[in-house]
């Protein structure tokens, strides 16, 4: 483009100018360095209209890496700041064979910019004040003399450019608008998790299955219905359950269910904490909603919601959920492991969060289906012999499992055969029986609480010495532990019984699995035993003081 060039070589003074006087003025106390710079730059071209736009709203440099438009940096000026940054390239082992990138995070920077057949010259400068978030300013030039300024003092051409880019900027491409820090950022990331997932990925009862996709679906697919019967086209939900059930990979689900809708994609925002380095909680809640609003029809998700709204904040997350505002279009999934925790102005005032989906422990259907599940993915693996009919003893040996210790169990099976080592029945009963051993040892360490007092007593009327026998604290304390033994004994997983028929008992996948859920059922354990010091049992004489009669007397 040698009309460019021309351009950039032309005002090649006037860049290290303006870059010479943002140095002096970052350097040294400063009021307002946005106005400063956008001043700085007019001053040294006043045959060019400049219009400053925020980096976040309209990003020029992306836009430009979609091949609509090109973007190249003035290669002979000096007047820049950047940090050269090495970022890592491809996945797994191909990142320790592959050399990476190089790319520039710019402070301060000059463009040439081509878009639609139209030349701008761009400055990108970047600085940050105390406490708050860092300023990332584009100042697009284009040539007075080549426009016609309209009465408002816009330049048409460079508004064209920033409405298309602007456009672009807000849409997503294959990324999910994230809110961390106190800002909303896109995250590629984020997309290729969730971009995987689906509905046949998520085992549930299946009646509340449907009723989610159901809820979810069906808000988008009727805003006419909502607005023939005047009802505010917006709606909450909360997933709650014990961890590890099924609600993280249900949202996921959800997310991407909706990301590819084929008649109107639904954008999902997902917002990961209130807190910001440089603004308040507040802040950061008004800054979401605006985000949503101005995205609507959209998913607004805020998971471990009771860890987010604290009783400072409560009734301004709250006002925004209500507003005054509309929030038509934005349907709010929130998760949560303790929805006791959760506020009751949340979980159960109407036309807030109003419908709730249970994630409990999977039961026997569940379990089998999961099963299925892994069974459907391993059918192509000549390596594992995985029959039909070790469903339903795989269903009823997982009994008490959530599912992501099914989802372990799996992995660790299929691990252990991976790396072989067991690979025989004898192998497994050799094993077993060194566990036996190992349990029998611990059994036999465990302290018992002592069944009676030893120490002496001497009857008041014979002066005798009595029969030894329990204190009244001790039968007390003694029946407590026994009473907590029984109870940790109710508790601790024990496999179930289940008969498995001959021709499987020595199937390999059944093997291994019956030997990690005997390794799972150690973490799962929620029994606890005594120890009689803290149940209070007294291993020490206690009758000092006691008066008592001898049988005879």
Known sequence: MPAARSILAATQDNSAGIFSAFKAHTEAQRVDTKNTVLTLIRNAYPDYHVTEVDERKVSLREYAATEKASIAIDAEDEAFNATREWHPVGEGIEKKTHPGSLDD???????????????????????????????????????????????????????????????????LHNEIFVFDDGRWSKSKELWKSVNGASWSDVILNPDMKKNLIDDVQGFFNNQALYKQFAVPWKRGVILHGVPGNGKTVSIKAL???????????????????????????????????????????CLLIFEDLDSLVHDDIRSYFLNEVDGLESNDGILMIGSTNHLDKLDPAIAKRPSRFDRKYHFKLPGTEERRGYAQYWRNKLLANDTVEFPEEALDIIAQLTKG????????????????????????????????????????????????????????????????????????????????????????EEQKMVLPEVEIPEHLQGNLLLLVIKYQIKVLHADMDNSKRVDPKKAGVGLKGGRKGRRAQCGAC
């Open 255 to 297: 997310m991407a269910s909706l990301y590819n809708r084929e008649d109107h994609p639904i954008p999902s925002l997902y917002v990961k904490s209130f807190d910001t380095n440089c603004q308040t909680e507040q802040y950061a809640i008004r800054s979401i909603f605006t985000k949503a609003r101005s995205m609507a029809p």
């Open 401 to 488: 499992f959530s599912f992501a210790y099914m989802k372990e169990l799996f992995v660790m099976a299929l691990l252990s055969l991976v790396r072989g080592g067991l690979s025989t029945a004898e192998d497994f009963d050799l094993v077993d029986s060194e566990t036996h051993s190992i349990n029998n040892e611990d059994a036999a360490q465990t302290p018992h609480a002592p069944a009676l007092c030893t120490c002496a007593t001497i009857c008041k009327e014979c002066n005798k010495p009595l029969p030894a026998a329990p204190h009244a604290k001790a039968k007390k304390t003694i029946a407590d532990a026994k009473d907590a033994d029984k109870e940790a």
């Open 105 to 171: 995070d710019y402070r301060f920077a000059r463009f040439q910019y081509v878009w639609s057949d139209k030349e701008f010259l761009v400055y990108y400068v970047c600085w940050q004040d105390i406490f708050k978030a860092p300023d990332q300013i584009f100042y697009i030039l284009y040539p007075r003399a080549s426009s016609e300024i309209d009465s408002a003092g816009h330049c048409p051409e460079t508004d064209a450019l920033i409405l298309a880019a602007g456009k672009w900027t807000s849409q």
